[in-house]
């Protein structure tokens, strides 16, 4: 029985595609679901321990922008740790330390945390630092002395007085260098008041800030005049006039203030963040907040998937309950689908109607059997009785008349335990060399007499070389029985014919008669055990009804076909194909 559903509709399809579906919902979840909170708490973590080291890097740049030594590094150390609740360690460039806000000694990762140079500042962490990378604290030989501090804080007083009076307000603060800056203004207002309120006064440099110009302007030109450029100035915004090409004047200038800046800045130092203790910092762990967002989102998704499951097995196994339940009443299934399932619901209906069918023929043959045990039984009973009444003399009649019907019990007797051996597969063969021509002439010649006696010609017709392995005894029981057959339902004046024939692989028994013939509708039946054509199912034609169903099995056990071909009043032809060579079971 070949498939009769797409494939599409497949069971194994469905059940595979609704586990990948669940399975990949489930996944592509807690994968979001993990991610989004694996990144949300390394954030966090990162943003905290970003937090705590840029602290420390900017307490530690600005510390060696004032100072031009470590010396007394050691305090501040200890307020940073105190503030972040890390261990900081400072050390030199080859990791002597010259600094350390914990007690004792402590390995040092491989990695520093960062290096502390003024002026060479990390943009990220201090962004103030701009694109020369040097600490604006870092201001050297611009720091004012207190008296010029002192001018430049009066004459900015008053400037943001003037300004105020004029509705423009103002603010005063302190540059790292000292000098005081007015914020707070817009650019135009400025330029338009800068007279009237003194702020050309105030952007005049003070001997201090002079010579340190000076000094930088020089180191710049000399550069330049290294690399073929023009004489520039600098001006008290660290910015160079009356330039052509930027870009060897800015670094010219960036490596000037390095040059110029450096006597006055803490040498360059690493920077070791540790845990309390001096462990190494922590990796992060979930908070609980994440923990249970986590664990509501993946019960979310568990309860998900089972209720898919659980829906789908429930429709899944519908059908499969229906058809427990049809089997349990024995009764037909009802087929609602087109797939493995409706396909097994569809066998189990030809199954029962199969077994329905074999079990109205065993009550058929079991009845059949007792009938045909019961005639001969009731004959001899009879006759029996007769004779013990007086009613028959114990005669030589009386002995044949019981002999026969004893024959007819052993006949019927002998054809039961042959089809017994062939349903258990017990069915013995012995399979030798033979002719099948010289083997229809040996059942003619035995029939013979019975053809003569009732009126009807028997012959044999052979074509072509007809020699096969086959059971010779089995064999000659076959077309015994067909030939018995042919007698038995040709009249008087007909002819029952043996044709041997051959092809390559095969050899063809046909046993054709010119009786009465099989109706159409009877001939599916004519194989079947204890038919007979005539429904009364009179003995006056003789046999057990259990020889042609006898000659199918022999056949089938010999791994040939046996068919039969019947017109009423015109004859009957029933056909054997044997393999040439023995390919039927073993014996």
């Not at 019960?299 to 427990?324: D, H, I, K, Y």
């Not at 030589?396 to 019981?402: G, I, K, N, Q, Y």
């Not at 029952?496 to 099989?518: K, N």
């Not at 068919?563 to 390919?583: C, K, M, Q, W």
């Amino acid at each position: 029985m070949t498939r009769s559903f797409p494939r599409r509709r497949s069971l194994v399809v469905r059940l595979t595609a609704v586990s990948l579906l669940i399975a990949l919902a489930s996944i592509a979840a807690t994968a979001w679901l993990a991610v989004q909170t694996t990144t949300r708490a390394i954030q966090q973590e990162q943003g905290q321990a970003l937090s705590g080291d840029a602290t420390i890097y900017t307490e530690l740049l600005g510390f060696a922008a004032a100072n031009h030594t470590w010396d007394q590094v050691g305090p501040r150390l200890r307020a940073l740790s105190e503030q972040t609740g890390r261990r900081v360690v400072l050390t030199t460039l080859d990791r002597r330390v010259l600094g350390d806000s914990g007690g004792a000694p402590v390995t040092l990762p491989v990695k520093a945390t960062a290096s502390v140079d003024p002026l060479h500042v990390d943009p990220v962490l201090l962004p103030e630092a701009g694109t020369s990378g040097i600490d604006p604290r870092a201001t050297g030989p611009f720091k004012l002395p207190p008296p010029e501090r002192e001018e430049l804080t009066a004459l900015a007083g008053k400037a943001a007085a003037c300004l105020a009076s004029l509705g423009l307000p103002s603010q005063v603060r302190d540059s790292p260098s000292g000098r005081p800056l007015l914020t707070g203004l817009e650019p135009l207002s400025a330029r338009y008041y800068a007279s009237k309120c003194g702020l050309f006064e105030l952007a005049i440099p003070t001997p201090t800030e002079q010579a340190a110009l000076t000094g930088l302007t020089e180191a710049v030109n000399r550069c330049l005049q290294s690399q073929g450029g023009e004489q520039v100035k600098v001006n008290l915004d660290l910015q160079v006039l009356d330039v052509g090409d930027q870009r060897p004047t800015q670094g010219c200038l960036d490596a000037a203030r390095r040059e110029q800046l450096t006597p006055y800045v803490a040498p360059p130092a690493l920077l070791f963040t540790l845990g309390p203790g001096g462990s190494p910092l922590p990796t992060f762990t979930l908070s609980q907040e994440n923990l249970t967002r986590i664990l509501a989102v993946t019960g979310g998704v568990l309860v998900l998937a089972v209720t898919l499951t659980a829906l789908v097995a429930r429709r899944l196994s519908r059908p499969l309950r229906a058809l427990t339940e049809a089997a349990q009443q024995d009764r037909p299934a009802p087929v609602k689908s087109r797939d493995e399932v409706g396909y097994l619901a569809t066998a189990f209906n030809d199954l029962t109607a199969r077994r329905e069918r074999i079990e109205e023929q065993r009550k058929a043959m079991v009845s059949d059997i007792a009938h045909e045990l019961r005639n001969p039984l009731n004959v001899i009973r009879g006759r029996l009785e007769a004779a013990e009444d007086g009613h028959l003399p114990f005669d030589r009649a009386l002995s044949a008349s019981l002999l026969e019907e004893t024959a007819l019990l052993q006949h019927i007797v002998d054809d039961l335990q042959d089809l017994a051996a062939a349903d258990a597969g017990q069915l013995r063969l012995h399979p030798e060399p033979l002719d099948a021509a010289e083997l229809a002439g040996h059942v003619a010649a035995a029939q013979a007499d019975r053809a003569a006696a009732a009126g009807v010609t028997l012959a044999v017709e052979t074509t072509g070389d007809c020699a096969l392995a086959a059971d010779p005894v089995r064999l000659r029981q076959v077309v015994g029985n067909l030939v018995t057959n042919a007698i038995r339902h040709t009249p008087p004046g007909g002819r029952v014919t043996i044709h041997v024939s051959s092809t390559v692989d095969a050899v063809t028994l046909a046993v054709a008669d010119t009786g009465t013939g099989i109706a159409a509708e009877d001939l599916p039946h004519v194989f079947d055990r204890f038919w007979r054509a005539e429904k009364s199912r009179s003995r006056q034609t003789g046999g057990s009804g259990l020889g042609l169903a006898i000659v199918r099995h022999l056949v089938q056990a010999h791994g040939g076909t046996v068919a039969a071909e019947s017109e009423v009043d015109i004859g009957s032809t029933f056909t054997v194909r044997l393999p040439v060579h023995y390919n039927g079971k073993p014996a």
